[in-house]
């Protein structure tokens, strides 16, 4: 979600409130590197030259983390023989991640001839009141984020919003469009839903004894990871999963930075739900990394 000026230590600001007025102002937004990061993809994008093909593969569109995800699983399912793949957004709130979502989906569907499904999950009112220490109260208030559902419908097109307690809505979910995720199998997760006890439950995705709904490896983004800690909100819960389903974890992606073009900062919040008892987990990615080593002259 987009959290707008930020006002504590979480979102980038560990000496407390920016200071206020002329240069200091540009001073300390410019002395941030995902500042810098964000202002140079910008200046890069609009280089002459610089084709959407190419913006894609070094990551200079909006929400680069998200057409990541989404490159992922249709790689992935276009290895295993899928025609199509679902993408999904747990934490809506305005929308602008969930169309951006929508756009990478429509790029990567034509690059690599896998239909995409989008799907976004919100409660559609706003921040629900926290029901466990974990869900960070001193950062989120009661009715934060809420959504213009029907400003929000009319420019979603294909895309799905689901929109109701994610108690109720995931599993109905799950159940009700079963033969279409068997075609569609879930290959990307953008988890946003800020609280410990919200992650928890759409982390339900993951718990139970069936694979057809998923990839072997589902490409998963934590948002709300900057600034807290491993007790406590998304990572609490990951942890808790991890603990209680040793069989199928769910782990950051370390050294992504060192392989994604530009050093992006969203790179370390990129982690992958991996189902050791998937039976297609074993499946070669072809290509992936190469398949000889011969010795060098």
Known sequence: MRKGI????????????????????????????????????RLLRRLPGVSTDAAYR?????????????????????????????????????????????????????????????????GGLGMPPAKDPRDL?????????????????????AAELVVGDLTETLPHYLHSRADLLREHPVGFVSLDLDYYSSTVTALDLFRGPEHEHLLPRVTCYLDDLPGTIEQIGEAAAIADFNAAYPDRPTGRVLGLRAFTPLDPPWADQIYVHHRLDHPDYACLEVGATGDQLPLEE
């Open 6 to 41: 930020p006002t504590t230590a979480q979102k980038g600001l560990p000496f407390g409130r920016r200071p206020a007025g002329g240069v200091a102002d540009v001073v300390w937004e410019w002395s941030k590197s995902g500042t810098r990061h964000a202002a140079r993809n």
């Open 58 to 122: 070094f990551g200079l569109v909006e929400r680069a983390h998200y057409a990541y995800g989404v490159r992922r699983a249709t790689e992935l399912a276009a290895r295993l023989g899928h025609r199509g793949v679902t993408v999904v957004e747990f934490g809506v709130a305005g929308g602008n991640g969930l169309l951006a979502l929508a756009e990478h989906a429509s790029y990567y569907s034509t690059a690599t001839g896998v239909a995409v499904r989008v799907v976004g999950f919100d």
């Open 137 to 157: 109260p001193y950062l989120f208030g009661v009715g934060f984020y809420t959504m213009d559902e029907d400003r929000l419908r009319a420019r979603l097109g």
